[in-house]
């Protein structure tokens, strides 16, 4: 059975600030995980995604993410926030050719 | 590459009636899921197709929804008759391989 935490619904960052996205999962199969973003009135777009190459992988719009195993962890990072980041965020898992589980979703403020 | 889209981009009808939401895949791509996020809950999987067949539908929430895949190209999910706890976003997605590609959704509201 595979599951994902997203800590926090809300997270508010000033311009120019970091931003970082929590997320835990728990997975009973070497996970694929992934981070995708919904802007207002849009649809879901992959920002990132880890397949079992590097640990770290670098994604669209300055967005990044750690795979951590020992901590079951794959937060989202970007050094400087900007104000066109505000939009909801979604960490998911899923195994190999298989249906993606969510997590609740954290919606991201960007604060002047 | 044309993307995954999703017809129509906002339905809204009363309890009791039938809606049919359509997606087109991305050409080539053998995999087709649907999800659905109901208001306040998280994205939640309902059902896949591999082409025609259906390869996985645990998360169909009940024999109100019925969904087709014609010809492995283009799928419809039908809802009869809709209840109130129908509305949401519905949205389709697309793969060749694992990395899934989404629609931007349907919009269902019932009333």
């Known amino acids: 059975a595979q599951s994902v935490t997203q800590l926090g619904s809300h997270v508010s960052v000033s311009e120019g600030a970091l931003v970082l996205l929590r997320c835990n999962y728990s997975?009973?199969?070497?996970?694929?995980l992934f981070w995708y973003v919904q802007y207002p009135n849009q649809g879901l777009q992959l920002l990132l995604k880890?397949?079992?190459?590097?640990?770290l992988v670098k994604g669209i719009n300055g967005f990044e993410a750690e795979f951590k195993k020992s901590e079951t962890s794959f937060h989202l990072t970007k050094p400087s926030a900007h104000m066109s980041d505000a939009a909801e965020y979604f960490c998911?898992?899923?195994?190999?050719?298989?249906?993606?589980?969510f997590g609740k979703g954290t919606r991201l403020h960007i604060l002047p | 590459e044309a993307g995954v889209t999703q017809f129509p981009s906002h339905s809204v009808i009363e309890k009791g009636q039938t809606v049919t939401l359509r997606c087109d895949p991305i050409?080539?791509?053998?995999?087709l899921y649907w999800y659905r996020r109901v208001m306040g809950k998280e994205i939640k999987f309902l059902l896949h197709?591999?082409?025609?067949?259906?390869?996985?539908e645990s998360g169909m929430p009940n024999n109100r929804f019925l969904a087709e895949r014609t010809g492995g190209t283009y799928s419809t999910l039908k809802v009869q008759p809709a209840e109130l706890e129908d509305s949401g976003v519905y949205f389709c997605?697309?793969?060749?391989?694992?990395?899934?590609?989404f629609g931007p959704g349907t919009r269902l509201t019932v009333t």
């Open positions: 997975s009973s199969v070497p996970p694929y």
């Open positions: 197709f591999v082409k025609e067949s259906k390869q996985d």
């Open positions: 880890y397949t079992s190459a590097a640990t």
């Open positions: 050409s080539g791509h053998d995999n």
């Open positions: 998911a898992v899923s195994a190999r050719d298989d249906k993606i589980i």
């Open positions: 997605a697309s793969s060749r391989k694992y990395e899934q590609y």
